[in-house]
């Protein structure tokens, strides 16, 4: 069900030059500033749409249009239904009245009967936690007092649609809780909403379609990812890499297990015990064995001691050489846990379609003080998982990637998958055929501009140039041209093979959709594969080299998709969250939410 | 063309009373809270003026306002007049001075002068009855014709709301008003048969001026709320006063003031977020 339609609608302000001023106004012939123009958007019921953009860009007077605080200029807007608005909070208060006087003012002006206020109103008073104070001037409230009392009355509103500009929450850290939780409730309610936001993890988490706007107009609206990825070509038009960006963002992770020796054993100083680490296929059954792409959980259990706090939760997988594959925690993930009181509980990390080759890993879980100086508890490497499937070619995981141009994959009888031990002791190599002759490799970023540095989570491209002579015609049937990423310590993460088409000048492209390598150094080896000859034509073994960088400290060669879920015993000093006695939270973090803020 | 001005067209003023009772409440408790005195201020004020006239015109200049007793004389133009006056001023400024929830909320803007006016009839309501009680005070009968009382006062409103709408969106725009309006004011207290008898201006003016002034609308308010208040005035009445003077002008001005009102206002809410911030 449609609520709210805009047909081409538009707001444009007068210009009123100061200088100019009043016989301008008589004859009202100020210059004209078109704020917003050309804006069709459909809001349907159960829909959560996102509106980003930069400063100026409109956002708010879009929001104040579809609140109805402003009319529009040209076009019109059809609303079916209530539209509440947090855009202002407690707009109106009167500093002399008392809070619950400020209650019904508010609520009043807001649009609601005096029988809908009376109904809510000890809600509201619950909800802002002023207590005694509601009867106290508002005057003497502080300015986080105000805004709670403001949020309260706004939200206890009956609506469709909910329309707020990056004020979700308010107040201190268990209030904002608190606010995300209603926003949250709001959404499982199917109620409608529409939010301004800066922040592209929240529009990415929770919105259902999003709206790019730029100099008044809509730049770019529909699914999430593609307006987010829009938004930041937007941003970055202006040189979002600047050199004082990249200085300032991480460049190195941990990638590679420093203490192979204590894997198995345990430590910590035992406030909270380990009571259960295991693993959990996608039915939900305990295992070891998982196959190469597979939807995987770990689990632990664990039995709080002592209340503490300033805490977090991290896995890490290893692959059995040592090699640090990633290491998941909740404190890079964003996720602020409090306190935890005696009792028991648990976390999970699940990760959807783990790309991970096959070959056995070893992960390890651990509860973690803030600073990651001690252990409460650490199992090291003490969970084994063996994911099966058959090996290719020794890669570490299977990034999401493909060529530019579509041919014909090799059959599986011509598959012919390089032999790469025969690139062993030739690190840093080249082999050159005369009939052969590769161009210098190019490294191009999402904008289609060459560079070396590029960013976790970001489009990556290799632009690969090469001739092949006549000559060859023959045994380049049975030849497949191969790309292979390394680490620049030797670790072959990813590697790719493309049928060669023909003799000639070939140029061909590797797209990386989303790079998930994480920050450090890599190394690019290419080669042209004769498989009847069972060598390779030529090739050029880690020459040319390239740097990952994020914004986001991380462990590991690689980015999964995970999820946490957690279940942390509550602290019987703070405020009940819910009935249950617990906090339960599902974070969702997919693809680089945290990532995109650059 | 666009929804929301359909929502806040007045036909549906009577869907947002509670709202307009809710903003004349905030107006009366922001004046009366504070003061010690609190609501009497505004039941001294006129009566006090009153006295005021009486002591300066009747004891020192010897001005008699006629049959009656000139102090009731006075007092029964001089409430309604200083209705009139405190709600026409107060309301002058109100759309600019709300101009924090006018941006940010989405409520019918016209209830804010419409409001302010309200807040001033519910201090005119306690007025009218101590009024009341001095006409029985002083021994004047109260004749039938008070049942009139609340159609004169409701055209009165009427009027009241038209200017304020009128001079409460011109004031947004061209802020000058809020003078011309002191103004006018001044002279059209000076123009009414308020502070002295109607009966003396037909008698020393000329028969053209009086025909003038005769067709100022306040003359006529001035006159039913005599009519009203003290009985048998009707029959002493001047010769001058008639039916078209005293009530189809009003009646014809206050509708005519009330659309103007509405109009002008409908037209200018849209200019409202142009001129409100600077």
Known sequence: MEIIRLNNAGRKFNKIDKRADSKDVLKSRGSVFWALRNIYMNIHKEEIIGIIGRNGSGKTTLLNIIAG??????????????????????????????????IYLNASLLGMKREEINNVYKDIVDFSELGDFINAPIGSYSAGMKMRLGFSIAIHKEFDVLVTDEIMAVGDVSFQKKCFEKMADFKRQGKSMVIATQDIGIAERFCDKLFLLEDGLIAASGAPMEVIERYQALLSKNKILSEGARSSMVTETKRWSTDMEEWGRREGTKEVVITDFAMFNKSGVKTNKIKCGETVKARVNFTVNEEIDNFHFGVAIFREDGVYCYGPNTQFDGLAIQRMGKGDGYFELECDKLPLMPGVYYLSAAIWDKNEIFAYDYYKCSCKLEISGAPVYGQLLSLRSKWYGFRMPPSRKERCVPNLDYLIDKWEKHANNSLITFEPLRFLNNYGSKDNIFLTGREFKIKLDFKIDALLKESIKESVLWVGIYRSDKVYCHGSIRKVSSCGVNSEILIYPKLDLLPGGYKVSIGIWDSAANAFLAYSHGAYSFKVISDKRDHGTVYLEHRWNLHIPKNPLQPDLNNHGYLESNFVKQNFGGHSNA | MNKWVDTVKMKNVFEHKELIYELAIRDLKVRYRKPFFGFFWMLIIPFFTALVYKVLFLDFMHISGGK???????????????YFMTAVQGSVGS??????????????????????????LLNFIPAIIILLGFIAAFNIKISVLILFLPIIVLMHTCLI????????????????????????????????????????????????????????????????????????????MPREVNVFNTIIIPVVFSAGILCAGYFIFNKYEKKFSDYLNI
């Open chain 2, 161 to 236: 709301i038209g200017l304020s709408l009128l001079v409460s969106a011109l004031q947004v725009v061209y802020r000058d008003v809020e003078y011309f309006v002191q103004i006018i004011m001044m002279a059209l207290f000076f123009l009414t048969p308020g502070v002295y008898s109607l009966e003396e201006v037909i008698k020393e003016g000329s028969p053209i001026l009086v025909k003038i002034y005769m067709l100022n609308p306040l003359v006529g308010f001035t006159n039913l709320y005599r009519i009203v208040f003290i009985g048998g005035y009707l029959n002493i």
């Open chain 2, 95 to 120: 759309v600019l001075g709300s101009k924090n929830i006018i941006n940010q909320i989405s409520f019918p803007k016209y209830l804010i002068p419409v409001s302010t006016v309200l807040a001033n």
């Open chain 2, 68 to 82: 009656y007793p000139f102090f009731i004389y006075l007092i029964t133009s001089l409430l309604p007049w200083s």
């Open chain 1, 69 to 102: 605080s402003l009319w529009v200029s040209e076009g019109e807007i059809i609303v079916n239904g209530k539209v509440s608005a947090l855009l202002t909070l407690g707009a109106g208060f009167q500093d002399e009245f008392t809070g619950q006087e400020n």
